[in-house]
């Protein structure tokens, strides 16, 4: 096809689209207050106003959550020498480390009132103090420990409440395996690493914030796929001690944790 | 068809061989007419690998090695009845500057140099850029000029031609770091200070730490001996400077944490044998680690702030700290009798209790899988 036939094609196009798009709206928006609709054939044609909204906007797919939280947390070390000794005090003092976690879910079961979701989340914290010599003085050396605590979660959302009657909580919980990566650094470098196992569980409360802006909401699954926003807050107990073998760095902690979740 | 040729006589054209060189002769008589400005080219540095190697400038160090700067300057033509000279100053083109009437007249460092078509070369020691009228290396910033200067050999000597070259100087030492601190760690030290209130940020390039045993095997102690005495006067008016420091001066006595007198002290003009780190770039770096250090012993530390030039400050206050075994966490958690395992042994629980926990949780995932599949099939069926 020659270049000036195409041009011609494509603006014939281009103007039926329009012509289309302009040419009867009231298919596209809710009818009037009293008008009858003859339930035989236009019903089809015009749906009523509530119906056409679901119609307008279904929503994009959702499988997945992607969470980020942050939380106190002190680590129970001095737990393991039952009130005698405390390294973990003496050498970091009792101030709480900021916990940082990322979690991504995977929503893979539909349930009557929620969903069911397998994840995995990972964080940082850090514990920073001075290096002490063995008779006591405190030096110029910092010594550090970092924790990369990693989480296999099971979880269920508890979604009735915003799916049915429009109340924007959405009640959760979350068990699973913990797995805390920690490595002690000095001044050389790293002095020790390892692991502690342990298991955690985590009931927690969602303020589902699509209420508040159903808009931007809408606006924001059609653009980039997430379904619904989130603020949450939840308990978090972390029994992180090796299953009790002894032989182990007592990472356990009952804390909290707050952050912002999506769904898509 | 053929061409007659007029018949010239070697008689003939030697009149006007004569006439053409009469000319010449007379126009090579005359002073010559200026040409094109010189151009004068520093092509080495016995300092420097490459003339431009930073810092572009004559330094302390520069002057105290009696640096020698090779310049260069090219010539098309060599003209007669004119001389090449290398004066330093300011305006050394007027006559008025060349006559050596005031002291501030420029200084003439070459005279009737041999000109010849291509490069005339000549060097200028550092000390005789610092100061033309008294070389030396007193502490001044400046910027010397150096002038080439073809002269005619007429009574007023007037320029034929000239160029110039900029040598910018500083042999100012920047102000010594204050507040100087150490602590001490396992087989190190942390020293620490801040820059001279006096420095602006712009002129502060770096810092070096002195050290006392040096731990980097210099020979510090040998050449300590004969600084210190040629210093003691510059000592003391640093000792001033930095009053208000954290820690105590040492003067040379012990001081600042000292129990007894180092290599160096405050207000010493530091040697390469003293710096047990290189030079620490930028200004906002305050604090520094020596490692190497021997557990036990008492180590003698101090600063040196350098400008943009490279010029160190005097030494500044003196501290000293003992390097001590200490323990990290790890140390500490172990000497509490703490019991776990690090690396990858530890803490692996036995089959049977991770069994406890992750046959449960395989079974649960099976079925939700299986409720999942028969959901999904039901959903094809309607």
Known sequence: ?264 | MEHSRPMTSNCARLPVRLAAAALLAAALARPAAAGAALTIELFDRENRGAVDDEPTGINIADCASNEAWNFRTSLSSVPTNAHLDVWLGSACDQRANRDGADASDCVQVYGDLTMRVGYVNFMVEAPMLVDPHAPGCAEVKTTTKVWVLILNEDADETVYNSGTYDVSIDTQRPAAPVSVTVDFGESRAIVSWEMASSTAASEQWGFRVLCDPNPTGADADADADADAAADADEGAEADGADAGGEATETGGEPGGGCTSGGAFAAGDEPIDAWYCTGQIVGSAVRVREVEGLANGTEYHFAVVALDDYRNPSLVSTVVCTVPSEVNDFWETYEAAGGRAEGGCTCAVPAAGRLGDVGVPALLLGAALGRRRRAARDRGDRR
């Open chain 1, 1 to 264: 096809m020659r270049p000036a036939a195409r041009l011609a094609a494509c603006m014939v196009l281009a103007v039926a689209a329009e012509a289309a798009a302009q040419a009867d709206p009231d298919l596209l928006a809710p009818l009037p207050p009293g008008t009858e609709v003859d339930a035989t054939d236009d019903a089809v044609l015009a749906p009523s106003a509530g119906t056409l909204a679901e119609a307008e906007y279904r929503g994009t797919p959702q499988h997945f959550a992607l969470e980020v939280r942050f939380g106190p947390y002190l680590p129970e070390v001095d737990q393991e020498f039952s009130g005698g000794q405390t390294p973990y005090a003496d050498t970091f003092g009792d101030a709480l480390l900021l916990l940082s976690l990322l979690q991504f879910d995977w929503e893979y079961l539909r349930i009557p009132g929620g969903t069911l979701a397998v994840g995995v989340s990972a964080g940082f914290m850090q514990a920073v103090g001075t290096a002490y010599t063995p008779d006591g003085r405190p030096s110029g050396e910092d010594t550090v420990l970092n924790i990369v605590p990693a989480y296999w979660t099971a979880g269920y959302r508890f979604d009735l409440f915003a799916e049915r009657w429009s109340v924007p909580l959405v009640p959760f919980f979350k068990v699973g395996i913990a797995t805390y990566w920690w490595w002690v650094l000095n001044a050389a470098g790293t002095a020790q690493w390892g692991w502690t196992p342990g298991w955690f569980l985590s009931p927690g409360l969602a303020l589902q914030l699509d209420f508040f802006e159903e808009g931007a909401a809408r606006s924001f699954d059609s653009s980039l796929g997430v379904n619904h926003s989130y603020l949450t807050i939840e308990l978090l107990y972390a029994s992180v001690d090796g299953f009790g073998r002894g032989q182990s760095l007592i990472l356990s902690d009952l804390t909290f944790t707050a952050g912002v979740a999506f769904e898509f």
